[in-house]
C-alpha cells in the first residue's frame, strides 16, 4: 500500500487531508512541524508527501533542500499564500506539483490516483495466465476484496482499463463504485491526466450544465468570467459521472451529443470545444428500471454500457466483511497508536449481519466500535443494530490516566446510544447545545 506523509500546522485542515488521502487506498502519517516532518520521513520514506509550504519552525521547501525527496518521493506544496516566485523555487529543487488552499480537491485526488498507479503492482498480469492454477490476490488499486465476486470484478477492470470503452457500474449505495471508478482510472492509459469526479445527484438542476459543460462570462447573471467545465478539465483523462439517473433528462441529450461527437458549446459560446475524455458513469438504481421510470435515456443508456460492471452487495462476499473490517480497524489504530482486535464474538456478529449499506455502513460500524472499546472489541462495542449486545451501556468505567478527551468522547457516544441516537436528547442530558455536539461528533469521524 503506498504512503503518504501530509504536513501542516493547522491540526483541523490536516485531519481532514489526512483522510481524504486514506481514502484514496494510502496509509498517512501526518505532522505539524518540519522537525515532526523529518522524524516521521526517518522512520519511514513516503511515496508522496503533502507539505505546508509555511510552518512554524521553517518553510515546506526545506525539507526538499536537506532531505532531498525529490529523488524518490512525490512533493506537493501546499500554501494559502501563493506566489509565482516561491512556485518556481519548489518545481526547481524537485517538488512535482504546487497546490493553493482552498485545495482543488479533484486535482489533488488526480495526483494521488497517479502516485498509487506507480506503486500498483502490474495488476493485469495477476489477471491473465490462464495456464496457471487460478489466482486471487486480495486488492486492485484503491479496491480490497479476495472473494469470488471481486476476483470477478478485478479481472473485468483488468481487461476493460487499458481500453477507452465507457463503463458503467451498477450497484447499491455503499458498494464502492467510486473507487472501481478511480481503480479503472489509474489502470489506465490515461492515468497521468485528471480523474474528475461529479456526482449528478449533488448538484443543483440550474447548475449541472454549466458544471459539465462550462459557460462564457456574462452567458446569465453571476457569470462574472469564463468557466471551464468538468468536461473540459477532464481532457485527456478520466470523466466519472455518478448517481447519472439523477441528471435531469433534458440535460442527457446535451451529455449524448458529446459524448458521440467529441465536441460541447460551453453555456453562451457559439465556438464548438474538442474534449478526448473516457466516462465512467454509476448508478445505485436498476438502469432497465431507470429508463422504464423515464429516469434515464434509453440512447445513453446504450451508449454509456458498452461495459457495464455490477459491483457486489456485501452481504454477497462472504469472507470480505473480516477482511474489510480488520483493515479499517489497523487504520484506525495506526492513526492513535492503539492495539484494539476484534474478539471472536464480536467478528461473529459482524460475519452474520446483512449489511444494507454495505461497505460504508461496515466502516462506520467499525469506527464507532472502535471509540466505544476500552482494548479489545466486544459484542458490548457493537450498535444494537449489528448484534451488540442488547441494551445501552448504563455506566463506564475508565482506567486511571485516560485522558480527558478520551472520556468525553465515550460519555458522548454511550449517552447517544443509550437514547436510540437522538442528538437533541442527548445534548439536553449532557448539559451542552446541540451546536457543540455535532461539533464533539464531527471530530470524531476525523479519528
Known sequence: ????????????????????????????????????????????????????????????????????????????????????????????????????????????????????SVQQPAAPAAAVAPQEEERQYDRLGLLLGASGPMQAVYEMLNRVAPTDASVFLIGESGTGKDLAAQTLHMLSLRSKAPFMPLNCGAISPTLIESELFGHERGSFTGAARRHKGYFERSHMGTLFLDEITEMPIELQVKLLRVLETGQLNRIGGDAPVEVDVRVIAATN????????????????????????????????????????????????????????????????????????????????????????ADQDISPRALPREVGGDAGPQRSLSFQVGTSIEEVERRLIMATLDAHGGNKRKTADILGVSLKTLYNRLNSYRDV
Open 1 to 116: 500500500m503506498p504512503h503518504a506523509l501530509a504536513v501542516d500546522d493547522d491540526p483541523n485542515f490536516l485531519s481532514a487531508l489526512a483522510e481524504l488521502i486514506e481514502g484514496q487506498g494510502f496509509t498517512t502519517n501526518t505532522a505539524c512541524t518540519l522537525r515532526d516532518a523529518r522524524t516521521q520521513v526517518s522512520n519511514r520514506i513516503p511515496d508522496v508527501a503533502l507539505v505546508d509550504l509555511y510552518l512554524p519552525d521553517g518553510s515546506g521547501i526545506d525539507l526538499l533542500k536537506d532531505l532531498e525527496l525529490g529523488t524518490t518521493t512525490e512533493v506537493v506544496l501546499m500554501t494559502g499564500h501563493a506566489d509565482v516566485e516561491s512556485a518556481v523555487q519548489a518545481l526547481r529543487l524537485g517538488a512535482s506539483d504546487y497546490l493553493t488552499k482552498p485545495l482543488d480537491i479533484g486535482r489533488l485526488k488526480s495526483i494521488l490516483a497517479n502516485v498509487a
Open 285 to 372: 438504481r436498476d438502469p432497465q428500471k431507470a429508463v422504464n421510470d423515464g429516469k434515464l435515456r434509453e440512447d445513453l443508456l446504450y451508449r454509456l454500457q458498452v461495459f457495464p460492471i455490477h459491483m457486489p452487495p456485501l452481504r454477497e462476499r462472504g469472507e470480505d466483511v473480516e477482511l474489510l473490517a480488520n483493515y479499517f480497524l489497523e487504520q484506525l489504530n495506526e492513526r492513535q497508536g492503539t492495539a484494539k482486535r476484534f474478539t471472536e464474538d464480536s467478528m461473529e456478529r459482524l460475519r452474520s449481519h446483512s449489511w444494507p449499506g454495505n461497505v460504508r455502513e461496515l466502516k462506520n460500524v467499525v469506527h464507532r466500535a472502535f471509540i466505544m
